[in-house]
């Protein structure tokens, strides 16, 4: 009658262990030893859950983030937009690896769960789910918080809202998700239970394997991200040569002003390309003009509305340059 009731066999026991030891006056002796082990799993594997959820879900935000900047330009922005592929290699790695883990350990879970309704009832899972809420509850406030902020001092854009989207979306679904597990835990109907899980593991699943998508054709292959790093490791090369140019362009004497005769003159740097071992290339063109030359895999990642000094094409480029005037700093953020 007890477990048609939604009792579990462990807590029926508890009961009329219980209601004789009032009624007869003697206590039931109790087996010892096991309960610590269990307890020690059971926080094994809620710890390992939420270790992994952490994990993937900051993946998923960060890939957002970078993936709406690079999609949303905002020309008011006080700093440069850079091109930050290690970041969505990075994130990428967090997703493929942590996912996939969440999912079979949360398997596990549920699977002991439904075999063991009384576990639903475990102070360890209510300890670390609740500690889980506060973080999504949190992130979520303070993301509301952050959005009221921005539009009363008018610098509401659309890739801010994409952003604080995203936030939403995250600690939204792990806060509902979770806060509605603890809410059903005294529900004894285990299909709808799984019925749920099966849903938010299969919309998980989707979300992301789009991010995945899009990560990867922004990113594009390990061969590509070779070539680029090639082709930065080229343009401060050339960066480094063009200082020492400039540096040799005596700023004390206009009749000593003159320009290196060769790049072997310049010490302490880099004169040919790091994958072809081939010479750099240098023209000078009369007074404070030159050029330097190299061989590019690929055309630069540059912000169309920032064009930069450093921009080539992919092939043989040469660089115009005066020692007369200041260089830019190449933009290589994107190789820290």
């Not at 262990?17 to 309960?35: C, K, N, V």
């Amino acid at each position: 009658m007890l477990t048609s009731r939604g009792w579990s066999e462990k807590e029926v026991h508890e009961a009329l262990a219980a209601h004789y030891e009032h009624l007869m006056g003697i206590d039931i002796p109790r087996r010892g030893g096991r309960g610590g082990g269990a307890a020690a799993r059971d926080a094994f594997f809620y710890l390992l859950a939420f270790a992994t959820l952490a994990t993937w879900t900051i993946g998923v935000g960060s890939l957002a983030f970078t993936l709406i900047d690079r999609s949303l330009v905002d020309t008011l922005a006080s700093a440069t937009f850079q091109y930050d592929n290690y970041s969505i290699a990075e994130s990428l790695a967090s997703i493929i690896v942590a996912f996939p883990i969440y999912l079979l350990v949360s398997r596990i879970v549920l699977r002991e769960t439904n075999a063991h309704p009384e576990k639903l009832q475990s102070p360890v899972r209510k300890w670390l789910t609740y500690m889980a809420l506060v973080i999504a509850a949190g992130c979520f406030i303070g993301d509301l918080v952050t959005t009221l902020t921005y539009f009363l001092r008018g610098e509401i854009t659309s890739r801010f809202l994409a952003k604080a989207f995203v936030v939403l979306v995250l600690s939204g679904g792990v806060f509902s998700y979770y806060y509605g597990g603890l809410r059903k835990a005294e529900d004894t109907s285990a299909p709808v239970r799984l019925i749920r899980d099966s849903w938010m593991a299969a919309l998980s699943a989707l979300i992301v394997a789009a991010m995945v998508v899009w990560g990867f054709s922004s990113l594009g292959a390990p061969k590509t991200q070779r070539a680029l790093r090639a082709d930065a490791t080229r343009i401060q090369d050339l960066y480094q040569l063009s200082s020492q140019i400039h540096g040799s362009w005596n700023p004390n004497s206009f009749l000593d002003r003159k320009l290196p005769s060769s790049l072997d003159e310049m010490p302490n740097v880099r004169k040919s390309d790091p994958s072809t071992h081939t010479p750099y290339e240098y023209h000078t063109k009369g007074g404070s003009q030159y050029e330097l030359c190299a061989m590019f895999s690929l055309p630069s990642q540059q912000d169309e509305s920032r064009p930069s000094m450093w921009s080539h094409p992919a092939g043989h480029y040469c660089f115009s340059l005066d020692a007369t005037r200041d260089l830019e700093a190449p933009n290589l953020y994107y190789l820290q």
